[in-house]
């Protein structure tokens, strides 16, 4: 399964990115898929998670302005994020074939979650004042 991240931005507080996901296989399994951010100095943190069976968790500072989703038809999986803030500034990885439930994607993450599944290669969003 290969992850190809696009979307990668610069803009000003209170503007809009989408970062796109293109999954080369979107699969069946009990997983779920989900976006990641990590900025210099803080933890890696899952922003916002979906389970196979279309449960959706974010991340409690990200809630109301970001959404995930994802086009079976195109094989991919969005993160539109609006209102966008400086801390919201950071490398965000997409992930699919997670073992865990969405809940738990979502916040810091768990030991060891980045040697399993599929990750991306992370696009850099920047967020100024």
């Known amino acids: 399964v290969h992850l190809v991240e696009s979307g990668e931005g610069s803009v000003q507080a209170g503007g809009s990115l989408r970062l796109s996901c293109v999954v080369s296989a979107f699969t069946d399994s009990d997983t779920c898929m989900g976006w990641f951010r990590q900025a210099p100095g803080k933890e890696f943190e899952g922003v916002a998670a979906?389970?196979?069976?279309?449960?959706?968790r974010y991340e409690e500072s990200v809630k109301g302005r970001f959404t995930i989703s994802k086009d079976n038809a195109k094989n991919t999986l969005y993160l539109q994020m609006n209102s966008l803030k400086p801390e919201d500034s950071a490398m965000y990885y997409c992930?699919?074939?997670?073992?865990?439930?969405?809940?738990?994607?979502?916040?810091?993450?768990?030991?060891?979650?980045?040697?399993?599944?599929?990750w991306s290669q992370g696009t850099r969003v920047t967020v100024s004042s």
């Open positions: 979906m389970n196979s069976n279309g449960i959706i």
């Open positions: 992930a699919t074939e997670l073992p865990l439930m969405a809940w738990a994607a979502v916040g810091p993450i768990v030991d060891g979650l980045t040697e399993v599944g599929y």
